[in-house]
């Protein structure tokens, strides 16, 4: 092993360290954070959702019908030989977009078609995602050590919210087996590797692409920064420009990309799925409301209208370096346009909320917060319904 390789264990093995001092006594809730993680892995199915054997079943595919499954529905892949995979809804038993075909980009299909032979692939695949929710924890938690404190030891909320993302992310990755910690992943290493490599973040951006497009969500974020550097944000660009492209040809040639972007990247449509998102523009929600208050007031801070005690300050002058809000903004106008978008994608805020200002950052997660607390609820009433939920435990 090269002393280059030893000099970044060390480092990693040194920050580990640092964090679980600063914690302090909360270190050991993070100790069963992580073990619920694996132990709800282990031991609970999926409850709500088929995406899960959905995805290892297109996995499998792969192997015999490689690329071409962006161009099959199931019901194409199966042909006469039956189900090989249980790609049922857990609450109707019915078949999964049994109409829709593969619909995710080209990384994670690869993912995906590299877990599925394994043996007791279903737990790796959680425990592997769960892996990732962990370092996504030691991500943010070195993010938001750029906060400027106001006290010499950590904030209570600081480490609340690092922990937050670690239980929130339980249902999604061990239960409901969503790759959303990689998703987030994507969102955390620009922000993470452009202050070390500029090139290395934007290229974070343009493979995060090929695993969920959300990843551009932070993009005129990094561009911006580099505003100074001209040649360096004309790298930048370039660098997600060619990865994007390198990795595209896959499904260049199939019927995916005209599919996707004709139906806004709600292909659950061509299998009669209702909307799910109670953030949704035209769905009349109380979270829905909530959400477009939050818009509005975000919108607000960027162009430089903010409250004061007595009087409102405007200074539009510094819209350009408060650029840290446009990825909240791009994803909040996201979320009110997609008409299919489910809980685990709420924590795609995380990356969001780590760049802005310290005392905006603390006012907009608890408004989001208290905005998702209810919007969960909208969604179960929206897709299922309460009575068939709570019936579904009970």
């Not at 070195?142 to 239980?167: D, I, M, Q, R």
């Not at 959300?214 to 993009?219: E, G, M, N, P």
């Not at 990094?222 to 944000?233: F, G, P, V």
Request: proline share 6%.
């Amino acid at each position: 092993m090269q002393d280059s390789d030893l000099s970044f264990l060390f480092r990693c093995y040194y920050n580990i360290l640092a964090v679980m001092k600063d914690l302090g006594s909360l270190k050991w809730l993070l100790l069963v954070l992580i073990l619920l993680h694996f132990a709800v892995g282990l031991f609970i199915p999926p409850l709500v959702t088929s995406d899960f054997d959905r995805n290892l079943y297109y996995g499998k595919a792969f192997w015999k019908h490689g690329f071409s499954v962006y161009d099959m529905t199931p019901l194409e892949i199966e042909g006469e030989e039956g189900p090989s995979y249980d790609v049922r809804d857990p609450l109707t038993r019915e078949y999964s977009y049994p109409n829709t075909t593969y619909d995710y980009p080209t990384l994670q299909l690869l993912f995906w078609a590299g877990l599925s032979p394994l043996p007791f692939s279903s737990i790796i695949t959680k425990w592997l995602l769960s892996c990732v929710d962990i370092l996504n924890f030691f991500l943010i938690y070195s993010l938001t050590a750029n906060w400027k404190k106001e006290e010499k030891e950590p904030t209570l909320f600081k480490n609340g919210f690092t922990l937050s993302y670690l239980l929130f992310s339980i249902p999604f990755s061990a239960i409901e087996g969503q790759p959303t910690a990689i998703t987030i992943l994507f969102l955390l290493l620009p922000l993470s590797l452009h202050s070390q490599s500029q090139i290395c973040g934007y290229l974070s951006i343009g493979l995060g692409f090929h695993w969920k497009y959300v990843s551009v969500l932070v993009l005129p974020y990094l561009l911006i920064l580099d505003r100074d550097a001209i040649k360096q944000a004309l790298w930048g660009l370039l660098t997600v420009i060619i990865s994007i492209v390198l990795l595209s040809f896959p499904i260049l040639f199939s019927n995916f990309i005209l599919l996707y972007f004709r139906s806004f990247g709600n292909l659950g449509v061509y299998s009669g799925q209702l909307p799910s998102n109670p953030l949704f523009l035209f769905y009349p929600s109380i979270s829905s409301f909530l959400s477009l208050g939050v818009l509005i007031l975000a919108f607000l801070y960027w162009i430089g209208i903010l409250p004061r005690e007595d009087f409102v300050e405007i200074s539009i002058d510094g819209t350009i370096e408060r650029v840290y809000w446009l990825p909240l903004l791009f994803l909040l106008v996201f979320l009110k346009i997609y008409a299919t978008a489910f809980p685990w994608y709420w924590l795609w805020f995380f990356p969001c909320l780590i760049i802005l200002p310290q005392k905006d950052q603390r006012l907009f997660t608890f408004l989001l917060g208290c905005t998702f607390a209810i919007g969960l609820i909208d969604f179960i009433q929206m897709t299922v319904g309460l009575s068939t939920f709570i019936g579904f435990f009970f």
